[in-house]
């Protein structure tokens, strides 16, 4: 065991700084859940990639870096301290993009990872559907097949940032006798394919962040299949696993708001005092985000040298989670009476952007499978207690 | 020694859970979210008629005379259907300010509108930044050096604050130096001041009563209907629990809730303790309900076009009006650890 | 809605309090646990009777004074402030007593209540068995009709004190061919009948506090039954709602726990606010324990005006279990490194019982229906959600 | 950056675990409970025949010359038995000040036979009121006034403190004036005295971590074959969400364990901040599985013959050895609420 980053990572970590100091918008970007905002974030995608920092996991002739898991996470780290803008194709690089590097054919990695990564094609996830949340074996959409193309028929919901999708990734029925986890494939649709319809889904701040994508008979080639037909099953649990476990949820993320709590609490420390559990919440938060560092790290570490993301991937997911919400309830309690204010109210001082951090911490329990399933799981199969 | 409402108090609290069910639903409720003020003047005139407004007013200008014990069972109700008007505020902390003032002329003027649902009435207070609802009050009652003034909405000018929860309007209210009227100063301003906090914290406990069991109820139905795993959702153990425990906390904060309307009815010398140990628990209950709720609800709780984020929002808003935890929790500890603190066995009543 | 004593209950207070305060033993009884401490609270239980303080609620002519449940909880509250001894008979009095008001004949009540308030008979409960815990409808322990008498054969256990008892009330199945609920009868046995056998089972803290009962064999005669035979389930439940109810655990108690651990605070105030939570627990405790007896005040109104006892029994258990658990876990937080020195121990300081509350708190949450079962009654009946 | 153990480290960690789930049986555990010492002197012996109490002791010493990384395996195993003899205590926090104090002549004569067994060290410090296992010690380590001096047990007198853990032998000591040898003064003293704190601290959260899996798998195995409701209770959603709470907690404990060990092994300047870090998240998942295990096992969970108790007490008993939970909180908010302190994305390692 040694903790210590290696000459060549110290390197790395540099290059990194000196890139994002110099590239940075000063100014923070409109949110991507509109219009406006979604357009820079997505040319901020091509910049980032311009300087091959899209995705620095990938190998070096898809625009990548062939950099390691350990080396991601430093530049997490740095791209997190640099407060760099959030990443509005996240499904594409951290859930698609691992996917399709485990089961795509050489033809669909060189077809769709390059405009990923310029953020030419920005992807959206269609999992749920209205009768299948967390249980993604109920799915119902149709993808018959006919001739070179599947037809898609059916309905799917929470589709975040669908409304300005390139391309949707999801699973559909093929074999319309199956049942549960059978029968499913894995499909990649375009989104300017005639018959879809979206209806955005407005979030709890009002703004569009999700939506529903609504198919009728909507022809997709059959070169958009990823991996076997009927075993889309087995492809979606790796994206799944990526979901829930390393990549979407980098601990950088938590790290800095942890940081940010910590500025928060002394900036506001006589107010934040007078209940006294603030300061030890604000300790905690620092505590569990170092946590989540260190054990991702060993994770990382352990990845490396051929281990497979196993049920880590539901730990994962409640820590992260339920830390995310923690950290957030904490920065309101310091806030006062000032919590309920956006940023833009006159009188709302320095509240910052807690309040809207708080309300997507609200989803982070809920997506990718609800905490009450991930417990199911870990107790289950980490800890193998029986099944009711 | 009676817990129980008396059968005349009852029959009012059920009426105005009837009535704010009937008219109240969550279509309108948006309807008013969108409307310039988010007040309904229509709405306000039949909680008058009901004398909901003039519930505290006494006889001789125009009210039922009623306490603060009856005025809890309506404030529950009002956040059963999270009510925008500023009732609360007007009809039992303004209404007691005027009343309990010793200002005759001003009793005479305003109490009477109060009753009729002539006049909504906006009061400052320095545990609240902003001012709720300045923007449709005839009357604010603002404290000023150590005095409290009476200011007419003419005499003051306004800047909106724009809330997380749409049905809140939060106003900076800076008003023209020498405008509007005495209402007290001195110790009675002081008095004035304590009685309105402590009816604020009563006004925001109650409601988060019913904001919890809102909450409950949308949750209940919702997890009574979803299917996933071929199960219905609220059939899970999990999802049961999650609910037993909002259920749990509710139970709790509901005597504390009345014994703090009883002590502020009284004016006892714990009135302002059992004030801020039921905005705690009342306020802790709701905030669990609405974490909860959300979290039963799955991906539909993060919406907008479903109901449950409604009252989430109002539950959330209130932990911090008329003074926040940590406020109401350093009272609480100012009086649990004084030398000589009646606690223990033996002590509650 | 009147939250003020009347005159009478103010007397009422007066009175027990000048008894108490004359009678109460300087030095506390040695732990009931103990064979002299079991005989030194059995002498307290007939001087407390001797006085008709024995319990209050009880009528006139069975040594008690009437007493409705409000001046029950004056009387608790005045017991508690007194620092009396606890009641080794409180399976009996606060179980059986309401039990047998309700479902006794003229003459088990004549027969019973009255040795039960001096401390003639201390009773045990015979309801759990090895494979019947929290779900007593498992119950498979026999009770044959022959005759004029009950044949009892199998076996009861967590037994409270059964050791040292002179009576058992449990529930047997009278109708071998039934199943679950139906066909069980609730019994009194006495504990001298030749075939019983009990064997103690040590606690946590190595006291026999508990035991098993054998039974080979057994008869008992057959007006120890109680209620309807076959209809014991009924009678059960009567008795486990005042179990998990009002009548077990007096907010008293839990007031005077709650005062005790705001008085180790102020001793021990530096050390204990080097963590700041502790101070917030402290007045935490506080808190519920007033809401805990302001919500039994407000139940024991309903009940006398007609009421019945119903989910309350579920929302009381979870609640004062969980508040007894987090005030002594906060004691031991505020002793820091002494918590774990037993009061004996020579440098153990004022370290008072806490450790061992701390340690009997463990149980709250399990015995009389785990709360986990709880939340289940309060889930179904009364949130009424559905059943799996 | 390498999270991962040698395959040497392994190996030992894997032996020395081995070695213990068969020798200590909860069945010898509480024999041992029941004898005079509560100590046994052949276990001892092979203890160090393993190799395990010379861990750290240099191999000029005839140690095996190794460092935290490795003890801190061996730590969470005698955790998993929780073992009574004072290895850690001995082995880690006694053997590092032998081995780094400077004083050639205890280190020649004391190490030598730490590493073959033939001599038990306790350490007196100041967060620890009383000094475990005095009575089985052949030297004490005790802090006078600003030094260390090595004291034979013939030089201090001893009064027994039962705890409630049966296996933790608690001291106070008394010490004859001018008894022993000194150990280190000074600066020395205090480096010292500080590490032996942040040893003894991560020695508790690595045992911690032991514990909290040795009541994960009872608590596994017992609901995987008791039924209620017709049903294993191990199948029911809240007991199975009672253990994966517990499961998180323990997971995230790990490598803040393994941190601490790292900085304490090379001294940096973050070996404090870490040991506090480790060992309140490594006792809070214990704890937690102390209170969880004992829920789920029901009544069996109160008793004395079912093991759970023995893990259970263990748990809380490090809870406040080494310091307790307040004294920690307090070093890690000193740390990260300083001026300037290196928080936040990048400034982990």
Redesign the interface.
């Known amino acids: 065991m040694n903790l210590e980053y290696t000459d060549k990572q110290n390197a790395f970590r540099a290059e990194v700084r000196a890139w994002l100091t110099a590239n940075v918008p000063s100014e923070p970007l409109k949110s991507f859940d509109t219009e406006e905002g979604f357009q820079q974030h997505r040319e901020w995608e091509a910049k980032l990639n311009g300087g091959r920092w899209g995705m620095v996991t990938w190998p070096e002739e898809l625009g990548g870096r062939g950099a390691d898991l350990v080396e991601w996470l430093i530049f997490e780290e740095e791209y997190w301290r640099a407060g760099a803008p959030l990443r509005v194709n996240q499904n594409g690089i951290f859930l698609l993009g691992p996917t399709l590097m485990e089961y795509g054919t050489a033809e669909q990695k060189a077809r769709f990872l390059p405009r990923m990564a310029t953020g030419e094609d920005v992807w959206c996830q269609g999992w749920?559907e209205p009768?299948?949340?967390?249980?993604m074996a109920?799915i119902r959409t149709t993808a018959r097949r006919d001739g070179d193309h599947y037809v898609i028929n059916g309905q799917k919901?929470?589709s975040t940032r669908a409304v300005w999708a390139d391309w949707c990734f999801g699973m559909f029925r093929t074999d319309p006798a199956s049942e549960r986890h059978h029968g499913l494939s894995f499909i990649l649709v375009p989104m300017k394919t005639p018959g879809i319809t979206v209806r955005p889904?407005?979030?709890?701040d009002?703004l569009p962040g999700?939506a529903e994508i609504f198919f009728d008979e909507v022809r997709v080639p059959a070169d958009c299949l990823l991996g076997d037909e009927g075993k889309g099953w087995k492809v979606a649990m790796a994206t799944a696993g990526f979901e829930r476990g390393l990549m979407l949820r980098s601990p950088a993320r938590f790290q800095q708001t942890a940081a940010r709590l910590v500025a928060l609490y002394k900036a506001n420390r006589e107010?934040?005092d007078?209940?006294p559990t603030?300061r030890d919440a604000v300790i905690r938060a620092w505590m569990d985000a170092e946590a989540y560092c260190l054990t991702t790290y060993q994770t990382a570490c352990r990845l490396l040298n051929g281990g497979k993301i196993a049920d880590e991937a539901s730990t994962n997911k409640i820590f992260w989670s339920e830390l995310d919400?923690r950290m957030h309830e904490t920065a309101?309690?310091i806030l006062?009476?000032?919590?309920?204010?956006?940023p833009?109210?006159?009188?709302?001082g320095e509240v910052g952007n807690w309040?809207d951090g708080f309300?997507f911490s609200?989803?982070g329990?809920?997506?990718a499978g609800?905490?009450?399933i991930q417990?199911?799981i870990i107790a289950q199969r980490m800890l193998g207690m029986p099944r009711a | 020694?009676?817990?129980?409402?008396?059968e005349d108090?009852q029959l009012l609290a059920e009426g105005a859970r009837d009535f704010l069910r009937a008219e109240l639903s969550t279509e309108r409720l948006r309807a008013l979210w969108a409307s310039p003020t988010g007040r309904d003047d229509a709405l306000w005139a039949q909680l008058a008629e009901l004398g909901l407004t003039g519930l505290l007013v006494p006889e001789e200008h125009g009210g039922l005379g009623l306490g603060d014990?009856e005025m809890v069972s309506v404030a529950e109700a009002c956040g059963h259907v999270a009510l925008p008007e500023p009732l609360l505020d007007t009809a039992m902390i303004a209404a007691a300010m005027l009343r309990d003032a010793g200002n005759a002329a001003l009793a005479a003027e305003w109490l009477p509108r109060i009753a009729e649902g002539t006049a909504r009435i906006a009061v400052g207070h320095c545990?609240?930044?902003?001012v709720a609802d300045a923007h449709v009050a005839d009357l604010l009652l603002l404290p000023q050096g150590d005095a409290i003034f009476a200011v007419p909405r003419e005499g003051v000018s306004l800047?909106?604050?724009?809330?997380?929860?749409p049905s809140?309007r939060?106003f900076?209210v800076d008003v023209a130096p020498g405008a509007g009227s005495l209402l007290a100063s001195g110790d009675k301003a002081r008095q004035l001041l304590a009685a309105a906090l402590d009816r604020g914290a009563l006004a925001a406990a109650a409601q988060a009563l019913g904001v919890a069991q809102r909450l409950?109820d949308l949750s209940?139905a919702y997890?009574?209907d979803r299917?996933?795993?071929?199960?219905?959702v609220?059939?899970?153990?999990?999802?049961?629990?999650l609910?037993?425990?909002v259920?749990?906390k509710l139970?709790?904060?509901?005597?504390?809730v009345?014994?703090a309307?009883?002590?502020i009815a009284r004016s006892t010398s714990r009135a302002a303790l059992s004030a801020s140990?039921a905005k705690?628990?009342a306020c802790e209950a709701a905030s669990l309900a609405a974490?909860n709720s959300?979290?039963v609800h799955?991906?539909m709780?993060?919406?907008?076009?479903v109901d449950v984020?409604i009252f989430?929002k109002r539950a959330?808003?209130l932990?911090?009006?008329w003074g926040?935890?940590?406020?109401h929790?350093?009272r609480?500890?100012d009086a649990?650890?004084a030398d000589g603190?009646a606690?223990?066995?033996?002590?509650?009543?």
């Open positions: 749920s009768g299948a949340g967390s249980d109920a919901t929470w889904i407005p979030q709890l009002g999700f107010s934040a007078r209940d603030v919400q309101l309690s006062g009476a000032r919590a309920e204010l956006w833009h109210a006159p009188d709302a309040l309300l609200q989803s329990s809920i997506y609800t905490n009450e417990r199911n | 020694m009676d817990f129980r409402f008396t108090q014990i545990v609240n930044p902003l800047t909106a604050n724009e809330s997380l929860d809140r939060l900076r409950i209940v997890t009574r299917k996933q795993f071929g199960q219905v609220g059939s899970f153990q999990a999802v049961q629990h609910m037993a425990n259920a749990v139970e709790y904060a509901k005597a504390p009345q014994r309307a009883s002590e140990h705690l628990v974490r959300i979290q799955g991906a709780g993060y919406t907008w076009e984020h989430a959330w808003v932990e911090s009006a926040d935890r940590a406020f929790k350093l609480v500890a649990v650890l603190a606690i223990g066995p033996g002590t509650t009543f």
